[in-house]
């Protein structure tokens, strides 16, 4: 089952220069995969209620060029068919004046929240979902993630995390953590970013009131932004490139 959802423009989510913001590109895949979610009757809120949890463990975005302003865009998203019990794919284009200009996967998995354990996805989701036999990026298996030595870092910033920064999930939200590697890009490389494409991968939740520290590497011509807690443990690890 395909789902379009048209975008609605709003005029915060462009830069000066009218190209489309990366954050507010995973907002509108958001809006339309919750947009799926209710189409089949698959109740988040609910869901949370009753214990359990749909959880981003990545997001795997291909950018052909950015999507501007003066475009007519809209959304498109798909599940694919499930090949492994603990994780679901969903797939996701920006399609700017009819043509694909931005490409993604993202992960998902179902966790008991009481437990904080991944629970198996039964053929009940196929049902409601109807998968199809596509891809929006081929991808045998995730890329590796890129291991940064601590003396490779040449940016830090100490971050602090808000109220309104945690979602209904009581953690910190996934799109949020973009936010927060900005922080730590140098200035040079954020203002006029045309990145071909980055990954999001979520380590651990960030809970209210944590301490948090973004460290920037550029390694492998990748420009890698690390969110570690005050322990030193990696929460969040996203690569621009």
Same mark, same amino acid.
């Given at each position: 089952?395909y789902?379009e959802?048209p975008?609605?423009?709003r005029?915060?989510d462009?830069?000066?220069?009218?190209k489309?913001r990366?954050g507010?590109?995973l907002?509108?895949?958001?809006v339309?995969?919750?947009?799926h979610?209710?189409?089949?009757?698959?109740?988040?809120?609910?869901?949370?209620?009753?214990?359990?949890?749909?959880?981003?463990?990545?997001?795997f975005?291909?950018i052909?060029s950015?999507?501007?302003?003066n475009?007519?865009?809209?959304?498109?998203?798909?599940?694919?068919?499930?090949?492994?019990i603990?994780f679901?794919n969903r797939?996701?284009e920006v399609i700017?004046?009819?043509?694909?200009?931005?490409?993604c996967? +993202?992960r998902y #998995?179902?966790?008991?929240? $009481?437990t904080?354990r991944?629970?198996?996805i039964g053929p009940e989701f &196929?049902d409601q979902?109807k998968?199809?036999?596509?891809y929006?990026?081929?991808?045998q298996?995730?890329?590796?993630?890129?291991?940064?030595a601590?003396?490779?870092f040449?940016?830090?910033?100490?971050?602090?995390?808000?109220?309104?920064d945690?979602?209904?999930?009581?953690?910190?939200?996934n799109?949020?953590?973009?936010?927060?590697?900005f922080?730590?890009?140098?200035?040079e490389v954020?203002?006029?970013?045309d990145?071909? +494409?980055?990954? #999001?991968?979520?380590?651990? $939740?960030?809970k209210p009131?944590?301490?948090l520290?973004?460290?920037? &590497?550029?390694?492998?011509?990748?420009?890698?932004?690390?969110i570690?807690d005050?322990?030193?443990?990696?929460?969040?690890?996203i690569e621009?490139?």
């Amino acid at each position: 089952m395909y789902i379009e959802v048209p975008y609605q423009r709003r005029y915060e989510d462009f830069r000066k220069d009218g190209k489309m913001r990366l954050g507010a590109i995973l907002k509108a895949f958001e809006v339309a995969g919750s947009r799926h979610c209710d189409t089949v009757g698959d109740n988040i809120l609910v869901d949370t209620k009753e214990g359990k949890a749909w959880i981003m463990t990545d997001w795997f975005v291909e950018i052909d060029s950015f999507p501007k302003v003066n475009q007519e865009i809209k959304i498109r998203t798909w599940v694919e068919p499930i090949t492994q019990i603990l994780f679901s794919n969903r797939h996701f284009e920006v399609i700017a004046d009819e043509k694909v200009c931005v490409r993604c996967i +993202g992960r998902y #998995v179902i966790v008991d929240l $009481a437990t904080g354990r991944p629970q198996k996805i039964g053929p009940e989701f &196929a049902d409601q979902y109807k998968p199809e036999e596509e891809y929006a990026i081929q991808m045998q298996k995730p890329p590796r993630l890129i291991s940064v030595a601590p003396e490779a870092f040449t940016n830090e910033v100490a971050l602090t995390v808000r109220r309104s920064d945690i979602d209904y999930n009581d953690h910190v939200h996934n799109l949020t953590y973009l936010d927060y590697a900005f922080e730590a890009l140098p200035h040079e490389v954020y203002k006029n970013y045309d990145f071909k +494409g980055f990954r #999001v991968t979520y380590k651990q $939740a960030v809970k209210p009131h944590e301490e948090l520290v973004c460290k920037y &590497a550029c390694v492998e011509g990748k420009h890698v932004c690390c969110i570690f807690d005050k322990a030193g443990e990696l929460k969040t690890q996203i690569e621009f490139y």
